[in-house]
């Protein structure tokens, strides 16, 4: 039996970036990852195969070249047994390998309702973040005329634009009075969901399923609690995500009550050189220091890059205290995004903000052609005027104004801090200096704890 410094399970963001930060940092450090399947995807990148990749699913492929060139070794297999007092792991094919430091990275599945009737027909499919069954599902998508999607979460709603977009005649079904309502406030919320009512996706919120109807064991129909009927000869079910965490469990590792794998700040579970990365590990929200449930790439990375640097010893001090929860989309052509607080998570939390908000072209001249709004939204403590949160939507900058939004969160920047904020800027680029929509919007939180 081959000995590993290191095994990880899994194959997703969270096991490739753990694999290549310690191949980098630690040379001569030997490195398994044990994969269950031969070819991965760009998760993020799935709901765009159905339109803007053509439907073409191998325009989408994500594997682990960049570990293996660092000199990772993968075998493509499923681990079945940890034997946590052995040190070993074994696969499917009955292999063993020993490891001294172990990484479950096994990610999360698409939760499964069972409690809606009719759930595992023919033709009901999930958003799995596997390659050969969206390949599949991709092959699939033309024959099907009426597709209903279920959930109007960021993932629901990016499926249903571009299966929309692709000509297909798309109805989403969201419970809640606005999609979006988990990512972003009620008012980018509402935002969201107005842009996505402006596509050619079928809106409706406030609407439960009740029931997918077949004939032969294929889908139909969908029932809704009203008692309308929607055709489908299709159904997408996309109502989140649950942490794959059957293996850790067995291994008898502690699960938190939403059953991800407890873990200290650093990745590490209750067991003795076992971690865990990605959305199968336990998350912390960075207001309350309380579990919660954020499982998105751009946390699963930048955990395993924390337990990547420190999984011999700690060697970079982990220095933010919690998990944000940075999402970012696209609708329509409407940027939108958030990060932290908003008006609603703080109050669930108990946490009061301040907020503001500032629009203003996001080049100028504002006459310049192809010139769209930019709208930041911040949120701040009314004690310390340190940023807690903030939102921003109109063009694609603010993909990365939401990442300087999150650092100024990680830091404790303070809106007066803010008011000197240095910037760069130039006509074709940005906002003017005169209004750039951070500063103004740090500007008016000042105003209201100063003179209000
Ligand atoms: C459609 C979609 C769009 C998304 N868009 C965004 C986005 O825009 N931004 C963002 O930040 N996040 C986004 N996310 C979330 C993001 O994809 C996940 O947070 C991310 O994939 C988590 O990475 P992970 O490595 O922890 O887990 P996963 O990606 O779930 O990977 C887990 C891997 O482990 C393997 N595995 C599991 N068990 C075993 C085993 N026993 N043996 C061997 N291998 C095993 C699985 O096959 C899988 O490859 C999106 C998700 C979806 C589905």
Redesign the pocket.
């Known amino acids: 039996m081959k000995t590993y410094d290191v095994i990880i ?8 970036v753990t694999g290549i930060t310690v191949r980098k940092f630690f040379k001569d450090k030997s490195v398994l990852m ?4 031969a070819d ?1 995807l760009v ?5 765009y195969i159905f339109h803007l990749l053509g439907n073409d699913a191998a325009k989408n492929k994500m594997g682990p070249k960049p570990f293996i060139d660092l000199g990772g070794e993968v075998i493509i ?4 047994k940890v034997d946590k007092t052995k040190k070993e792991v074994t ?1 499917k094919t009955g292999e063993q390998f020993g490891y001294n430091k172990l990484v479950f ?6 939760t499964i309702p069972t409690f809606i009737p009719g759930y595992n027909m023919q033709n009901v499919f999930y ?4 390659y050969p069954y969206i390949h599949e599902l991709a092959s699939k998508i033309g024959n099907f005329k009426n597709i209903v999607v279920v959930g109007g979460g ?2 629901g709603a ?2 249903a634009e571009q299966l929309a977009a692709a000509n297909t005649n798309v109805t989403l079904i969201e419970s809640e009075p606005f999609c979006f309502s988990k990512a972003f406030s009620p008012e980018l919320s509402l935002i969201a969901t107005d842009a996505l009512k402006n596509t050619k996706v079928n809106v409706m919120t406030s609407t439960l399923v009740k029931e997918i109807i077949g004939e032969n064991n294929t889908v139909k129909k969908v029932l809704l609690a009203n008692g309308n009927k929607i055709e489908a000869d299709a159904v997408i079910l996309s109502i989140g ?1 649950k942490a ?1 965490t059957q ?1 850790a469990k067995e291994t008898g590792i502690e699960l938190n009550r939403y059953g991800d794998i407890h873990v200290d700040n650093y990745g590490w579970s209750t067991e003795k050189d076992i971690s865990a ?5 336990q998350t912390f929200g960075f207001l309350t220091g309380r579990s919660d449930v954020i ?6 990375t930048a955990e ?1 890059r924390t337990l990547g640097h420190n999984i011999f010893g700690i060697r970079i001090k982990k220095c933010n205290a919690g998990t944000l929860g ?4 696209e609708i329509n052509g409407l940027a939108m995004a958030a990060a932290g607080a908003n008006e609603k998570n703080a109050g669930e939390s108990g946490v009061n903000v301040v907020s503001a908000k500032f629009s203003s072209p996001d080049r100028h001249p504002g006459s310049l052609p192809g010139v769209s709004d930019l709208t930041v939204k911040l949120y701040a403590s009314p004690v310390d005027g340190s940023i807690l949160g903030g939102e921003a939507w109109g063009s694609k900058s603010v993909g990365e104004i939401i990442n300087i939004i999150s650092l100024a969160i990680q830091k404790s920047i303070t809106v007066f801090e803010l008011v000197s904020f240095q910037v760069g800027t130039h006509p074709l680029l940005t906002s003017s200096p005169v209004n750039n929509p951070i500063i103004r919007a740090a500007e008016d939180i000042v105003y209201k704890i100063s003179y209000s």
């Not at 399970?9 to 490739?16: D, E, H, S, T, V």
């Open positions: 399970i899994g194959g997703g963001p969270a096991a490739i044990i994969k269950e399947e991965g998760p993020c990148g799935i709901p297999s499923t681990a079945t696969v990275a096994t990610g999360s599945l698409p958003v799995k973040k596997s960021f993932i990016e499926v995500y794959n293996l990365v990605g959305d199968c590990a499982k998105l790439a751009s946390t699963a395993a940075v999402f970012s989309t």
